[in-house]
């Protein structure tokens, strides 16, 4: 079964521009969720999505968003980007139901310069 | 939510059991313990949960203290692959179906060949 895949890897953009970064969770996963890591904050958990509906939030603000699509694929968006928002991004993704693990994908290196 | 208790770092031989500790006193009733692992530079991997009893999978073992305040993570026979920070987090219900990992800063576990 493939794993968790994101594009892209690496992502370089300028402070006040927007990123689009993409999930695409196991096969067979309805859930999605995305996490902020940074050295100063560790893992920050930002959302989740179930069913193409945003079942959780972290306290991010705003300009972070998502969605979810009909085949559970996820997009984060996040506009006016700060200079802090340079961190990895990692989505994970799991049945959603019950207990479940969660399993994460490699992650979206973003710097904001 | 459940606050955690880790030691910063642990050596442990290659070869040797390690034996990783972590206490979550103000756990509640129905909250699972949840390890995670993350290996430098990739996304965290699932190890194994419980909730009351002691739990085996391939990868470890995971001992609950009977009045549920404390466990312990054993990874039977350590390698240098093994060398990675390891997270204990409970498991808290969101609502609406959802749970959400909140990260700690987790033991950072050296082997030492």
């Known amino acids: 079964k493939a794993g968790v895949t994101q594009t892209p890897r690496y992502l370089i953009k300028t402070r006040g521009q927007q990123v689009t970064l993409s999930c695409s969770p196991i096969?067979?996963?309805?859930?999605v969720s995305w996490y902020q890591q940074t050295p100063g904050q560790g893992l920050q958990f930002l959302f989740e999505y179930f069913s193409e509906t945003q079942r959780n939030k972290g306290n991010f603000p705003g300009r972070f968003s998502g969605r979810q699509f009909s085949n559970s694929r996820s997009e984060m968006n996040v506009s006016t980007l700060e200079l802090g928002d340079s961190a990895l991004y990692l989505c994970?993704?799991?049945?959603?139901?019950?207990?479940?693990?969660?399993?994460f994908g490699p992650g979206t290196r973003l710097t904001v310069t | 939510d459940a606050k955690t208790t880790q030691p910063t770092s642990m050596d442990c031989a290659e070869g040797r059991a390690a034996n990783l500790p972590c206490n979550h006193s103000?756990?509640?009733?129905?909250?699972?313990v949840y390890w995670y692992r993350q290996i430098h530079s990739q996304g965290p991997q699932y190890i194994i949960h419980?909730?009351?009893n002691n739990e085996t999978n391939e990868m470890a073992s995971l001992i609950i203290t009977e009045d549920r305040k404390s466990s312990t993570l054993i990874l039977p026979h350590a390698t240098l692959r093994d060398t990675a920070v390891y997270y204990c987090?409970?498991?808290?219900?969101?609502?609406?179906?959802?749970?959400?990992?909140?990260f700690g800063k987790g033991t950072k576990l050296s082997v030492i060949p």
């Open positions: 419980g909730l009351k």
């Open positions: 096969s067979g996963h309805r859930s």
């Open positions: 987090i409970p498991l808290a219900y969101s609502g609406a179906g959802s749970y959400q990992l909140t």
């Open positions: 994970a993704s799991s049945t959603g139901t019950g207990t479940y693990e969660q399993y």
């Open positions: 103000t756990i509640s009733g129905n909250e699972y």
